[in-house]
T-cell receptor, first 113, second 111 residues
Framework: NAGVTQTPKFQVLKTGQSMTLQCAQDMNHNSMYWYRQDPGMGLRLIYYSASEGTTDKGEVPNGYNVSRLNKREFSLRLESAAPSQTSVYFC????????????FGSGTQLSVL | QKEVEQDPGPLSVPEGAIVSLNCTYSNSAFQYFMWYRQYSRKGPELLMYTYSSGNKEDGRFTAQVDKSSKYISLFIRDSQPSDSATYLCAPLSGGYNKLIFGAGTRLAVHP
């Protein structure tokens, strides 16, 4: 059982380049989330999708877009990367009913030069 | 003021010690209180959660919430080197889009 799978694990971009972070879960979860983790800041929510076909902004959405491609997949796109987007990105999923548990992927370490 | 404050550590203890990890929060509406454990270069995983005030025990771990003082604690008894990780407190009120994570306390348990 793979759980939540993120690709790539590492990425280096130049300022202004674009890229998409991929996330897939095989637990038939309804809700999916994208977080970024920075030193001293904790995890901050970028975007989330409560169910297939819906997406909403979180705490820090500027500079990002998302797509809930289907129930399994939730991608995060950086259209024009900036050094301030250097971070570790985590995708998470949750059943979305009464289950409080968030399942996280292993993260993508992104550096923007 | 941050909604959740957590001492970043690092906290270094010998194997077998009792560890106390703490968070303070400012929003009195928080109802669920979770602790996530994060090993190096891994995603967080849920360790425990409690609802409202009181204690909850799970093996060597005890989660404690004092809503009157807005204080959350996680105690680890007989700490092991495998407990070396970063511990994130995460209080919740309302939907999961409102889940707030503390910055985490890094714990190192040495043999």
């Amino acid at each position: 059982n793979a759980g939540v799978t993120q690709t790539p694990k590492f990425q280096v971009l130049k300022t202004g380049q674009s890229m998409t972070l991929q996330c897939a879960q095989d637990m038939n979860h309804n809700s999916m989330y994208w977080y970024r983790q920075d030193p001293g800041m904790g995890l901050r929510l970028i975007y989330y999708s409560a169910s297939e076909g819906t997406t909403d902004k979180g705490e820090v959405p500027n500079g990002y877009n998302v797509s809930r491609l289907n129930k399994r997949e939730f991608s995060l796109r950086l259209e024009s990367a900036a050094p301030s987007q250097t971070s570790v990105y985590f995708c998470a999923s949750r059943e979305g009913t009464t289950n409080e548990k968030l399942f996280f992927g292993s993260g993508t370490q992104l550096s923007v030069l | 003021q941050k909604e959740v404050e957590q001492d970043p550590g690092p906290l270094s203890v010998p194997e077998g010690a009792i560890v106390s990890l703490n968070c303070t929060y400012s929003n009195s509406a928080f109802q669920y209180f979770m602790w996530y454990r994060q090993y190096s270069r891994k995603g967080p995983e849920l360790l425990m959660y409690t609802y409202s005030s009181g204690n909850k025990e799970d093996g060597r771990f005890t989660a404690q919430v004092d809503k009157s003082s807005k204080y959350i604690s996680l105690f680890i008894r007989d700490s092991q080197p495998s407990d070396s990780a970063t511990y994130l407190c995460a209080p919740l009120s309302g939907g999961y889009n409102k889940l707030i994570f503390g910055a985490g306390t890094r714990l190192a348990v040495h043999p």
